[in-house]
């Protein structure tokens, strides 16, 4: 199929049965991905064997920052993704033009570290290549055109659905679609960890493969315990969604790679490599030694830790009995421990800007007194989004209450997206 034969699929609705499990809007998705038809032609002209790819951004519903020390999580992936355009070329050479961005060329026959590509998106796409070839599966060259609307330090981990992109990509276009969706996953955190140069755990990358809601067990992180949990928050009356501050993201990594380091700092005192393979009970009877030695705040957040993994199972547990309010009471007290254990709202380097803690402020005061909802910082933290379970009769209300801080369209409103990273067949 070439690619005004794809456009002219797309428009007659030949793929709307997969759109109608992606997205809420089968006609707004028919026409983003003509009009990125249009965008591929503009870049590479009319082109055969044209293929669609799509990743999902994702929301973790559960266990902040436990990942990176092998602990458990809940997450979920959503209804806003990155989608690809795609034909393979004889040049051996990738060749992906993301919206908004200059293009980046990766020659597959150099797939070395590249320092210069620190922390830029070229980095992603050689690092995905280079660890699938390294790992024994096929790749070659594709140009590819992408567009995404997960919002970058949105909190919703645009990062890991283009390197999770990359990989559906590389797994369908040279290896029939048969790697496995957690290789893909672990070859994403890999690539992001050491070609892209962050640090991060496996969460954003499996949340963003799999699809659903999913519970991820990291005590071994080479074979990590999936479990798909089957749950409709329409049907209790809630919606999801994401209240975008804004923020600075500039000179945070630092303040990322703290958790890490303060948490192995920890670790480290039993002779343990994570959390996970700590005993609580070691740790409290050790707290006297542990903050002389490495400070309060690294304790704080190891107690963060210990409490919050246990939290995901407790939540994970929560929905499979189908017990709501229980899942929304620990939703909060999650909330609570992000704020004031593992101490991730806001950057100490940048004190005036707290807009974090100042939408969970602003939501607090709007359940006041109602006994409904429940809301925690999203993700990283320090700067970016804020998670919230609204009843769906005060969503509106709520929307224009935080809308008037943060500005028109910063409060988003989420789908459970079903299926992981894929091609759209």
């Known amino acids: 199929m070439n690619t005004n034969q794809l456009k002219e699929s797309i428009l007659a609705g030949k793929y709307d049965g997969m759109f109608s499990k992606l997205y809420k809007d089968t006609l707004a998705a028919r026409e983003r991905y003509a009009a990125a038809c249009d ?3 503009k870049l590479y002209g009319v082109r055969e064997d044209m293929r669609l790819f799509s990743a999902p951004g994702r929301t973790e519903v559960g266990g902040n920052h436990t990942d990176h020390q092998h602990g458990r999580v809940l997450a979920g992936s959503v209804d806003l993704d990155v989608i690809a355009i795609v034909s393979p070329n004889t040049e051996n050479i990738v060749h992906i033009k993301s919206a908004g961005y200059e293009m980046d060329t990766v020659n597959l026959d150099n797939l070395e570290i590249d320092d210069a590509e620190t922390g830029r998106a070229i980095s992603l796409i050689r690092g995905m290549c280079s660890i699938f070839k390294s790992n024994g599966y096929e790749i070659g060259g594709f140009d590819a055109y992408t567009t995404s609307n997960v919002l970058k330090g949105s909190g919703l981990s645009s990062s890991a659905a283009f390197e999770v992109l990359i990989g559906n990509i590389l797994s369908g276009m040279f290896n029939g679609g048969q790697v496995d969706r957690i290789e893909i996953a672990k070859i994403a955190q890999k690539a992001e960890s050491v070609f892209f140069g962050k640090p991060c755990g496996l969460l954003d990358q499996s949340a963003s493969s799999l ?3 999913t519970a991820i067990d990291f005590k071994d992180p080479k074979a990590p315990v999936v479990e798909q949990v089957d749950f409709d928050l329409a049907e209790h009356g809630y919606a999801l969604c994401v209240v975008n501050t804004g923020g600075n993201h500039a000179n945070l990594t630092q ?4 958790i890490t380091v303060e948490c192995r700092n920890i670790s480290n005192f039993f002779g343990k490599g994570f959390l996970r393979d700590v005993e609580p009970i070691d740790f409290f009877e050790n707290i006297a030694k542990l903050r002389e030695e490495y400070g309060d705040r690294a304790v704080l957040r190891a107690l963060h830790f210990f409490n919050e993994d246990n939290r995901a199972e407790f939540e994970k547990e929560a929905l499979k009995k189908d017990d709501f309010n229980e899942f929304l009471r620990l939703v909060n ?5 992000s704020f004031k254990y593992l ?3 806001y950057s100490t380097s940048n004190l005036y800007e707290q807009g974090i803690a100042l939408a969970l402020a602003i939501t607090e005061q709007f359940f006041k007194g109602t006994g409904k909802g429940a809301y925690r910082v999203h993700g990283g933290g320090f700067a970016g989004t804020i998670q919230c379970f609204i009843p769906t009769d005060m969503l509106d209300d709520y929307k224009t209450v935080i809308e008037k801080v943060f500005g028109e369209d910063s409060c ?4 459970i997206r079903p299926i992981g990273g894929c091609e759209i067949k």
């Open 412 to 415: 988003y409103i989420l789908l």
């Open 343 to 345: 101490q991730n709202v």
């Open 211 to 213: 699809g659903g809601f």
């Open 333 to 337: 007290e999650s909330g609570n421990s």
């Open 39 to 41: 965008e591929f032609v």
């Open 255 to 258: 303040d990322y790679a703290d």
